[in-house]
């Protein structure tokens, strides 16, 4: 099955740097790429996504860019917020299962600080 | 819409006791998934259901039952709680099973087993 490992586990960053998680993966049939945010006591949210016939996908501040080449895929949030605090994990669907069982990363907890 | 809504948000059981858990779904949805989070773990599949009347093993299926007579609900089941069950259970849906359809996910449900 899928095997999935995102990094760093923790990120600090002053209110309007730049952040950057990585994903790698492991199941070259992958093709559908997406990243949840889960703030505390919710649960995930789907906040950005990419397919694998595009190499970089942009919604507003946040962007997802893809490296089929070398399995991984990462997520950029620029000019970060306070409420970008949250974890984040990336999540490839396990291509091995029937439905779309999402294969969770171990999450980065990104902290924002003003 | 409500979305997804889980019942109760939190329980403590003592171990060898019984329950279950409640996860609705009001947007129609086919498929339906009980995860649970551990720290650093990620999200895990318990069970997951492609349509009413139906149910199959995920990640991490041992010690849960699940049953989903209606479309709308899905339930997980502990027939004899232990300690290792102690976690944070996330109910999700979908509108179907291709690999890029969005899973939108419950509140959650903090479960304590003492």
């Known amino acids: 099955g899928e095997n999935v490992e995102q990094h760093p586990s923790t990120l600090s960053v002053q209110e309007g740097d730049s952040a950057v998680i990585k994903c790698t993966y492991s199941d070259s049939a992958s093709n559908y790429f997406p990243w949840y945010k889960q703030e505390l006591g919710k649960g995930p949210q789907l906040i950005i996504d990419?397919?694998?016939?595009?190499g970089e996908k942009k919604d507003q501040r946040i962007a997802v860019t893809l490296n089929k080449t070398a399995k991984h895929f990462s997520l950029h949030i620029t000019e970060t917020q306070p409420e970008d605090s949250a974890v984040y994990f990336c999540a490839p669907p396990n291509g091995n299962q029937a439905g779309t069982a999402l294969i969770f990363g171990k999450g980065t907890t990104l902290s924002v600080s003003s | 819409n409500a979305g997804v809504t889980q019942t109760p948000k939190f329980r403590v059981l003592k171990t060898g006791q019984s329950m279950t858990l409640l996860c609705a779904q009001d947007m129609n949805h086919e498929y339906m998934y009980w995860y649970r989070q551990d720290p650093g773990m990620g999200l895990r599949l318990i069970h997951y259901s492609v349509g009413e009347g139906t149910t199959a093993k995920g990640e991490v299926p041992d010690g849960y039952n699940v049953s989903r007579l209606k479309k709308q609900n899905f339930l997980l089941g502990l027939e004899s709680a232990a300690p290792s069950q102690t976690s944070v259970y996330f109910c999700?849906?979908?509108?179907?099973?291709?690999?890029?359809?969005?899973?939108?996910f419950g509140p959650g449900t903090r479960l304590t087993v003492l």
């Open positions: 990419i397919r694998s016939n595009v």
């Open positions: 999700a849906s979908s509108y179907g099973g291709e690999s890029t359809d969005t899973q939108y």
